[in-house]
Every structure is written in C-alpha cells, then in structure tokens.
C-alpha cells in the first residue's frame, strides 16, 4: 500500500478558478514534505518544500500547506492558468531514508480548460 | 540550481535489445539517482549512482538488468538491458543539491525524463 495518498486522481478546471489537491501520508519518522509539478514530457519540478514545523508555504499562486499532526497536506492553485495543466505529485522523506529514497505519491491530473 | 539534460528524449527499441540513457548536469553534484516512472505510476528508485564506485541497486532492481556508469560528477549512463514490454516507461535522472545541507532542506532535481516503448 501506498504510503502517500493523493486526491483527486485528476481534477479539470475552468480557467481562472482556484482548486485545492490533497495529500494523506502515513510516512514516518517525517522529515520534510514536497510538493512537484510535472508537465507532460517533462521531469518533476519542485514548487515547495515544507519541514514539521512548518504549515504553509507559498510559490506564486501556488500555496502549499501541512498539518504534521494529522499527516495531511494541500495545494491550493489560485485564479488558474492554461499552464497550471500538470500532474501534482506530493512526495514525503523521512529522517531515516537514505537520499534520494522518496516516498511519492501517484499524483493528482489537474486539466485547466479555457 | 542544478540544469539535467538527458539523452535520448524518446525511443522505441525492440524485445531483446538494450538502450543506454545519458544524464548530464550542468555542475558537479555528488548525489546522482536514477528512477523509473511506469504509466499512471509514481516515480520508483532504480539505484543511486556513485562516482568511482559501483551503483547502489534498490530492492527489485539488479546490476544485470539496469547497468549503470558514472565517470564523473557531471554524467552518469544508465542501460536497460534484454528489454521486454513491461520495461516500457518514463527513465529519469536525478541529482541532490549541496548534500552537505541540513538534511531536511535540499533540493532534488529532475531531468526531463526518457519515455522508453518497448514493442
């Protein structure tokens, strides 16, 4: 079983609304949380990195936040543009994975339609 | 920040034969991986490239199947050897920025992946 969970698996939107992408982890010990977009042919790029101890996070019209307690994070994307079409992969480390041993998610298809 | 470039973008390649996929960084960086992204899948860790040294191989993955080189700290190779169907997928190459950060901090980046048909 996947220990990062994301919702909704795919998501269309109308251009210039905001939407909200969730992320459930059961990861442990956690170390930090990432969120990537990856556009289609493209690698992941990341938009934010977030320790425990921090709740929100923004990158442009993209805010991402955390709750460590309940192991749930969001992204929130606002006044969406043609080029926010991606996946949005939120990806989880631990204190105790080696580098690079990333914990992803599946990602959430986010279409945004004019 | 870290430029990867890999080569090629794109293949389809026959069952049996092999393809060897080139990374290159824009700066020398310590930390090299490979991943393997499958359709609809998320990324999985294929082996961690070590200069000078024999790569590190995740559970499921063998040096027979996934030969990897890295001369240097710029370029590593990864080759997929005996290819069948099920090795079609997206091969991406990755690097950690400044390893020697707090741990919690670095940036990983990605290369813009290798989409590999096997027919």
């Known amino acids: 079983k996947n220990q990062v969970e994301q919702s909704p698996q795919s998501l269309i939107i109308l251009e210039g609304k905001n939407c909200t992408l969730q992320?459930?982890?059961?990861?442990?010990?956690?170390?930090?949380l990432r969120w990537y977009k990856q556009d289609t042919g493209r690698g992941p790029v990341s938009l934010t990195i977030m320790t425990f101890s921090e709740n929100t996070k923004s990158n442009g019209r993209y805010t991402a936040t955390l709750d460590a307690d309940t192991k749930q994070s969001s992204l929130h994307i606002t006044a969406s543009q043609l080029s926010d079409s991606a996946s949005y992969i939120c990806?989880?480390?631990?204190?105790?994975?080696?580098?690079?041993?990333?914990?992803f998610g599946a990602g959430t298809q986010v279409v945004v339609t004019p | 920040s870290a430029v990867i470039s890999q080569k090629p973008s794109r293949d389809i390649c026959q069952r049996g034969t092999s393809l060897t996929i080139q990374c290159q960084v824009d700066?020398?960086?310590?930390?090299m991986f490979w991943y393997r992204q499958q359709p609809g899948q998320s990324l999985t860790l294929i082996a961690t490239?070590?200069?000078?040294?024999?790569?590190?191989?995740e559970s499921g993955f063998v040096i027979d199947k996934f030969p990897i080189s890295r001369p240097n700290l710029t370029f590593s190779t990864l080759t997929v050897s005996n290819l069948s169907p099920e090795d079609s997928s997206i091969y991406l190459c990755?690097?950690?920025?400044?390893?020697?950060?707090?741990?919690?901090?670095?940036?990983?980046?990605f290369g813009p992946g290798t989409r590999l048909t096997v027919t």
């Open positions: 992320c459930n982890y059961t990861v442990s010990p956690f170390s930090n």
């Open positions: 990806v989880v480390t631990t204190t105790t994975d080696s580098w690079g041993k990333l914990q």
């Open positions: 700066s020398q960086v310590t930390m």
């Open positions: 490239a070590n200069q000078g040294s024999e790569a590190t191989y």
């Open positions: 990755s690097v950690v920025d400044y390893p020697g950060q707090v741990f919690s901090s670095y940036e990983q980046y």
